[in-house]
Structures are given as C-alpha cells and as structure tokens.
T-cell receptor
Framework: DAGITQSPRHKVTETGTPVTLRCHQT?????MYWYRQDPGHGLRLIHY???????DKGEVSDGYSVSRSKTEDFLLTLESATSSQTSVYFC???????????FGEGSRLTVL | QKEVEQNSGPLSVPEGAIASLNCTYS??????FFWYRQYSGKSPELIMF??SNGDKEDGRFTAQLNKASQYVSLLIRDSQPSDSATYLC???????????WGAGTKLIIKP
C-alpha cells in the first residue's frame, strides 16, 4: 500500500463552480498522476508531475489545472466545472518512470 | 493514435478453469506491458508486468507477450470467484511518462 489518500471522496457540484481535488502520498514517490475513468474509455491521463513544481499535460487536460508545491501533495483543479467532467478521478504515484503505479481510492465527482 | 484494445466482455469462466484475457496494442515502440485488476468500485492494482517476449509466471497468473504480433495476454489458472473483476491492460512507451490504457475486460468466475 503506497499510502495515497484522495479528498474529497465524493462531491456533487453545479456547473460553473470551481472544484479542487487533493491527492496526498506518504511514500515519497517522485511521479504523480491524475486520471479520469469513464465507462468505455478506460483510464485517461489528465496531468502528471515528475517533481515538485514540474508538471505536464496528459491527453485530456483541457479544463483542468494542477499544482505540486510539495512532494506529497498533487492538486487537481477544475476552474469552472462542466457536466462533461462528471467522472471518477484517480490519483496515482510511481517511484520511477515506469508503469508500476499505485492508486488512490478515487474521487467521484458529479457536476449538475 | 496510440491504442490499446481489449474485449470488454463480460468473460464468464467456470471456477477452477483457466481464464484467458487478451490485449492488442498499435504502437510498435511500446516497451513495457502491465496488467491491473480493478474490483467494482475500487481502484486499480498492479498484478503483473512483462517487458520481454515470452511468458512470465507469478503464482496462478501468467503474462504472455508477443511483440511481433503486438499482443499481450494474461492467463489465470484455477480461477476463483475472487478473481472476478475488470482487468486493465496498459502499455508504456519508453520515452515518456504516459501509460496507454485499454478499457478493460470484465471477468466473471462462476462457482
């Protein structure tokens, strides 16, 4: 268990409101990722980080921003939530640049 | 467009039989291959990875990789009801941090 916690675990919000999801890890892993998971699409990468203040876009980054000010925390922000961002969001970490990832419990976001 | 394809299932297998899950990928630059298991409502967890052509065994699980044919498979021997889950295939290119994921195959083991 990589000690990855996400908060909040569940959130219902309205279109146009800002939302921030937090991922906290206790394993000192260098790499952190935010994915969304939707039926029929599998996991899709939103943003990732390869170090403090080092972040980059994934394949579905539009409408999302991230920040990583400390090794242990990776924040995902939806500046103005839309219904298409209703999804389950997973944070993942990795010690190295491989596919061996450890996942948080997930955050279910509903945008009405 | 780099793609990873899996049959969505559900794949129904009797308890004690061998479950065979398949995954194909489009990019010949793919270097490493992963199988994750995801129980309903839970997060994915890594069960196997394979880098070289051939078979890799870990307990009841065997991963098989054929780079020439661009497919990777996962065999589960002596299937148990607790193996019922969605199995996600993921492929990593050598040059970046991004995994490409399949949509997963739902496996049901019937007692």
């Amino acid at each position: 268990d990589a000690g990855i916690t996400q908060s909040p675990r569940h959130k219902v919000t309205e279109t146009g409101t800002p939302v921030t999801l937090r991922c906290h890890q206790t394993e000192n892993h260098r790499y952190m990722y935010w994915y969304r998971q939707d039926p029929g699409h599998g996991l899709r990468l939103i943003h990732y980080s390869y170090g403090v203040k080092d972040t980059d876009k994934g394949e579905v980054s539009d409408g999302y921003s991230v920040s990583r000010s400390k090794t242990e925390d990776f924040l995902l922000t939806l500046e103005s939530a839309t219904s298409s961002q209703t999804s389950v969001y997973f944070c993942a970490t990795g010690a190295g640049n491989t596919g061996e990832l450890f996942f948080g419990e997930g955050s279910r976001l509903t945008v009405l | 467009q780099k793609e990873v394809e899996q049959n969505s299932g559900p794949l129904s297998v009797p308890e004690g039989a061998i479950a065979s899950l398949n995954c194909t990928y489009s990019d010949r630059g793919s270097q490493s291959f992963f199988w994750y298991r995801q129980y309903s409502g839970k997060s994915p967890e890594l069960i196997m990875f394979i880098y070289s052509n051939g078979d890799k065994e870990d307990g009841r699980f065997t991963a098989q990789l054929n780079k020439a044919s661009q497919y990777v498979s996962l065999l589960i021997r002596d299937s148990q009801p607790s193996d019922s889950a969605t199995y996600l295939c993921a492929v990593n290119l050598y040059s970046n941090y991004q995994l490409i994921w399949g949509a997963g195959t739902k496996l049901i083991i019937k007692p």
